[in-house]
T-cell receptor, first 116, second 111 residues
Framework: DARVTQTPRHKVTEMGQEVTMRCQPILGHNTVFWYRQTMMQGLELLAYFRNRAPLDDSGMPKDRFSAEMPDATLATLKIQPSEPRDSAVYFC??????????????FGPGTRLTVL | GEDVEQSLFLSVREGDSSVINCTYTDSSSTYLYWYKQEPGAGLQLLTYIFSNMDMKQDQRLTVLLNKKDKHLSLRIADTQTGDSAIYFCAESLDRDDKIIFGKGTRLHILP
């Protein structure tokens, strides 16, 4: 049963600390997304990659957030320095057009980040 | 720009039908989705519909699409306590494109 995995599932840190979230997309999926969910803003896209190249990161605060795909099996989202307003659930999702017309985007379980 | 609107709350008696409505602005959206999120949990894809369809039924779920009015609805027949959750309407240009989500409708089940 293929699924998107995310680590850690929960993270509590202090303001100013660096936070790294990891995502393993479904094997064979070539598009990876990072979404953030907060009470105020709801679900919003931060960035996404296709074939490891960034396509759109306009939703991401550039001064403190960075997203990368070191290889096809790993996507990372880093916040440095973290701030309390970054507290949210961060979802990773992956997708592919190659797997057939009925395949859609699959979401990971999320990383719940709390910045004190 | 892209926008998805839905009402924030809906209360329904157990056993009745729930209808959650949504409007979207991007007429070029090809995929329209309904996701379910239970408290503290991730996003579960309930169903989706292609923009060239006007209805899709899957067991207790019925999705209706009015493309002219850019209106999407989700009907849950025989609503049960396990249906209590937040339901997100969403759209994308293609299935490997970014998804634009509504703010979610919180469905509350009355005994």
């Amino acid at each position: 049963d293929a699924r998107v995995t995310q680590t850690p599932r929960h993270k509590v840190t202090e303001m100013g600390q660096e936070v790294t979230m990891r995502c393993q997309p479904i094997l064979g999926h070539n598009t990876v997304f990072w979404y953030r969910q907060t009470m105020m803003q709801g679900l919003e896209l931060l960035a996404y990659f296709r074939n490891r190249a960034p396509l759109d990161d306009s939703g991401m605060p550039k001064d403190r957030f960075s997203a990368e795909m070191p290889d096809a099996t790993l996507a990372t989202l880093k916040i440095q320095p973290s701030e309390p307003r970054d507290s949210a659930v961060y979802f990773c999702a992956s997708a592919s057009l190659i797997r057939g017309p009925t395949d859609t985007q699959y979401f990971g379980p999320g990383t719940r980040l709390t910045v004190l | 720009g892209e926008d998805v609107e839905q009402s924030l709350f809906l209360s329904v008696r157990e056993g009745d039908s729930s209808v959650i409505n949504c409007t979207y602005t991007d007429s070029s959206s090809t995929y329209l989705y309904w996701y379910k999120q239970e408290p503290g949990a991730g996003l579960q894809l309930l169903t989706y519909i292609f923009s060239n369809m006007d209805m899709k039924q899957d067991q207790r779920l019925t999705v209706l699409l009015n493309k002219k009015d850019k209106h999407l609805s989700l009907r849950i027949a025989d609503t049960q306590t396990g249906d209590s959750a937040i339901y997100f309407c969403a759209e994308s240009l293609d299935r490997d494109d970014k998804i634009i989500f509504g703010k979610g409708t919180r469905l509350h089940i009355l005994p």
